[in-house]
């Protein structure tokens, strides 16, 4: 089984096609989020993106609420835009209190969805997207084989101070989304594509709640530019999914 975590595409995309090449299936952790206390599966994959260098709460919570086999091989792909901090270390940390371990992790650089927090009139290098594939290839032969390589479960100075208390609130207000109510044309489509049910819609628009967790799947894949990052109204053209996942893929649970 390959579980995955996904906002704007990356992790569902390299999961999928992890799944075409492992024999395996990908499920979203989000939809046996809360039913399923006991995965037994000889071998299971979480992938994953990386938020303030470290693994994203719903996917840290995951894996801590579930129990699962000890003689299982695991493996961690980490899809992130530059550095995957110490994210593939930490999700090792949380399996060894089960008395398991991470045998395998691999980086997936792909596009950071984030900059449009802080730039406008991006251009995403796409070509990062064709190394991808070629980085999966090769992990999905390591899969297969159940070779163990533990170099990725590195820790991170920049990790560590990015999740020091006041610093992390800081970064976690940047990323906060917000909901423009003169755009909004209150069509749904953040409310079924939030990967932590975060957002009710409403007939005078979306309403997003207390507990996000900072995919941005609200901002980039919202078709009338509605929803906001700490009030900075996003252009069409900044808005960034993965070229081969739709909202539909997204939504599919």
Same mark, same amino acid.
């Given at each position: 089984?390959?579980?995955?975590?996904?906002?704007?595409?990356?992790?569902?995309?390299?999961? !999928?096609?992890?799944?075409?090449? $492992?024999?395996?299936?990908?499920?979203?952790?989000?939809?046996?989020?809360?039913?399923?206390?006991?995965?037994?599966?000889?071998?299971?994959?979480?992938?994953?993106?990386?938020?303030?260098?470290?693994?994203?709460?719903?996917?840290?919570?995951?894996?801590?609420?579930?129990?699962?086999? !000890?003689? $299982?091989?695991?493996?961690?792909?980490?899809?992130?835009?530059?550095?995957?901090?110490?994210?593939?270390?930490?999700?090792?940390?949380?399996? &060894?209190?089960?008395?398991?371990?991470?045998?395998?992790?691999?980086?997936?650089?792909?596009? *950071?969805?984030?900059?449009?927090?802080?730039?406008?009139?991006?251009?995403?290098?796409?070509? &990062?997207? @064709?190394?991808?594939?070629?980085?999966?290839?090769?992990? *999905?032969?390591?899969? &297969?084989?159940?070779?163990? @390589? !533990?170099?990725?479960?590195?820790?991170?100075?920049?990790?560590?101070?990015?999740?020091?208390?006041?610093?992390?609130?800081?970064?976690? &207000?940047?990323?906060?989304?917000?909901?423009?109510?003169?755009?909004?044309?209150?069509?749904?489509?953040?409310?079924?594509?939030?990967?932590?049910?975060?957002?009710?819609?409403?007939?005078?628009?979306?309403?997003?709640?207390?507990?996000?967790?900072?995919?941005? *799947?609200?901002?980039?894949?919202?078709?009338?530019?509605?929803? $906001?990052?700490?009030? !900075?109204?996003?252009?069409?053209?900044?808005?960034?999914?993965?070229? @081969?996942? $739709? *909202?539909?893929?997204?939504?599919?649970?």
């Amino acid at each position: 089984m390959i579980l995955y975590f996904s906002g704007t595409g990356n992790s569902l995309y390299a999961a !999928k096609k992890l799944a075409e090449l $492992t024999g395996d299936t990908a499920v979203p952790m989000t939809a046996i989020r809360g039913q399923c206390r006991r995965i037994q599966d000889r071998i299971i994959g979480f992938v994953f993106p990386v938020y303030f260098g470290e693994l994203p709460d719903p996917v840290r919570d995951f894996i801590a609420q579930v129990q699962f086999c !000890k003689s $299982t091989y695991f493996y961690g792909i980490a899809t992130c835009g530059s550095s995957p901090g110490r994210a593939l270390r930490t999700m090792n940390h949380i399996l &060894r209190r089960q008395h398991c371990t991470l045998s395998y992790g691999a980086v997936l650089p792909m596009i *950071a969805n984030s900059t449009i927090a802080s730039r406008r009139h991006i251009h995403y290098d796409v070509n &990062r997207l @064709d190394h991808a594939d070629e980085v999966i290839s090769e992990a *999905a032969s390591k899969i &297969r084989g159940q070779i163990e @390589d !533990k170099a990725a479960l590195r820790s991170s100075f920049s990790a560590a101070l990015m999740n020091i208390g006041m610093i992390r609130r800081a970064g976690e &207000r940047w990323l906060t989304p917000s909901v423009d109510a003169d755009r909004c044309m209150a069509c749904g489509l953040c409310a079924r594509i939030c990967p932590v049910s975060n957002i009710i819609c409403t007939a005078k628009g979306a309403v997003i709640g207390s507990h996000c967790s900072y995919c941005l *799947a609200c901002v980039h894949w919202c078709p009338y530019q509605a929803v $906001t990052v700490h009030g !900075k109204q996003v252009l069409a053209e900044d808005q960034y999914h993965h070229p @081969d996942v $739709t *909202a539909e893929d997204m939504t599919r649970r």
